[in-house]
């Protein structure tokens, strides 16, 4: 695991930021409620820190979190909310699927569960949400982790498109990490004979054309003057060494963690990614 630096961070503007209310606004029409979670709670008495938000990628769910997010509040004694995505698992479906109404989702679950200061983790899918969450919402969020993702335009793997077109055929998903992954979302509704996934693959499909795109554009406009993490998989396409800098002027505080893995890091190398999180927010919390 090889890891670059972070700029120091500023108690100033650490306790600025905590001064700033955040402005309400009327939610789109488009934001879908109430997202379905798990909440992974703190060890009874050790509660030491804000909540964290755990975001899944494209055709995840809650699920494949759940490890992960019961470690990290042992290990933070921090409550983890871990969601179901729209159009994801339990959570309700909607036509629009872009990272914009993703965040503001975010947004109204926080206030629906009277949430600030958060950290908000998130893989692939869930990294682009939680940067732009970041950027549209900087008093609301305390830090950000966003796991083998950057705030660019990329192409996603053409893999995702074969998913949606054998998502019934399993088996061509390859490897036996992916194949578990989408298993997952298997279910069999009420009065049905066959089991179906869970996830919107009609909304899904139409929307991978644009899923790779980041919703911000002028890192000039707008920044994320707080602490980030980014876990990059060494084996994974989606942080090419020439997005760093596009990283540095969205994120100017951020610190970049290789992991030797493919794009599921987590899934990959669990306990590399276990420490990048707990040293990233440790010394955040100790700044």
Known sequence: ???????????????ASLAVVALRRPYSSATVSPL??????????????????FMHGL????????????????DLGRNVYALDMRNHGDSPHH????YAIMADDVARFMDEHKLEDTTLIGHSMGAKTAMAFALNYPSRTQNIVAVDNAPIDAPLLRSFGKYVQGMKKIEQAGS??????????????????TQKFKFSLKTLALSLGHLGDFPYRNPDEVRFEKPALFVRGTQSPYIPDEAI???GRFFPRFRLVDIDSGHWVIAEKPELFRQAVVEFLG????N
């Open 245 to 247: 800098p596009i990283i």
């Open 176 to 193: 036996l990490v992916i194949r578990q992954f989408l298993l997952g979302n298997l279910h069999r509704p009420p009065n049905e004979k």
């Open 59 to 74: 055709f995840g769910s809650k699920k494949n979190n759940r490890t992960m997010s019961k470690v990290l509040a042992r």
């Open 36 to 53: 379905s979670f798990d909440l992974h709670e703190a060890p009874r008495g050790e509660e030491k820190g804000s909540p964290i938000i």
């Open 283 to 286: 010394e955040d919390k100790e």
């Open 1 to 15: 695991m090889a890891m670059h630096s972070l700029r120091s961070p500023s108690r100033a503007t650490r306790l």
């Open 95 to 98: 036509e629009r699927h872009d």
